[in-house]
């Protein structure tokens, strides 16, 4: 079955240091893989996207992601956290068919906390 | 540009009632997808609309229904309301036929729907 798993549900770091926020998949295929951010009352915003190509991609706001086929991974990361990075981070994967990435699957989402 | 805009934002319905919930896309974009977002559940696709047509459908029973119209723009409609139905409910759009790279879905805030 098409999945996705985001074993950490809470995390919190202090400002300032790196963070790295874990994602697995189970797909039949390569998927498209997608990382979104939802502040609280807010829709989401996509973070970045891969699709094929280099595995290591560069987002907004100074994420990256690198993708790892042999892993099934999606993992974001940032080197250092700011106070308007807590938020809730969903990783997603879509089938790469027609329209497939408007149906996508969503992880739990990790809820992201960060210390002054 | 406007965004994805979705109204109403906030909703109160008594079980057994009837709710139907807009969406309007991005000026030009002809892919729009809905998704359920609770607590419990978390983000879970409803359906895909594409010129009219819809495209996908995810796991939900009949009472949730949609339609897109002509300029885009969808409705979806959830019927004989139950408690479960309490969530917030996600309308994206996106410009792809399906297939093509650096495309993306862009959210609405979404509409908040309690059933008491």
């Known amino acids: 079955a098409q999945s996705v798993t985001q074993p950490d549900i809470h995390i919190t770091v202090s400002e300032g240091a790196s963070l790295e926020l874990r994602c697995n998949y189970s797909?039949?295929?390569?998927?498209?893989l997608f990382w979104y951010v939802q502040s609280p009352g807010q829709g989401l915003q996509l973070l970045l996207k891969?699709?094929?190509?280099?595995?290591l991609v560069q987002g907004i706001k100074g994420f990256e992601a690198e993708f790892k086929r042999s892993q099934s991974s999606f993992n974001l990361r940032k080197p250092s956290v700011h106070w308007s990075d807590a938020a809730e981070y969903f990783c997603?994967?879509?089938?790469?068919?027609?329209?497939?990435?408007?149906?996508?699957?969503f992880g739990a989402g990790t809820r992201l906390a960060v210390h002054p | 540009k406007a965004g994805v805009t979705q109204t109403p934002r906030y909703l109160i319905k008594t079980r057994g009632q009837q709710v139907t919930l807009s969406c309007s896309p991005i000026?030009?974009?002809?892919?729009v997808s809905w998704y359920q977002q609770t607590p419990g559940q978390g983000l879970q696709f409803l359906f895909e609309?594409?010129?009219?047509?819809?495209?996908n459908k995810g796991n939900f029973p009949g009472r949730f229904s949609g339609r897109q119209f002509s300029n885009s723009r969808s409705e979806m409609n959830v019927s004989t309301l139950e408690l479960g139905d309490s969530a917030l409910y996600l309308c994206?759009?996106?410009?792809?036929?399906?297939?093509?790279?650096?495309?993306?879905?862009?959210f609405g805030q979404g509409t908040r729907l309690t059933v008491v």
């Open positions: 797909y039949g295929a390569t998927p498209y």
């Open positions: 994206a759009s996106s410009s792809s036929r399906g297939g093509e790279v650096n495309t993306e879905a862009f």
């Open positions: 997603a994967v879509g089938p790469m068919f027609s329209g497939g990435y408007n149906k996508l699957i």
């Open positions: 609309y594409f010129s009219e047509t819809q495209r």
């Open positions: 891969y699709f094929s190509g280099d595995t």
């Open positions: 000026s030009g974009h002809r892919s």
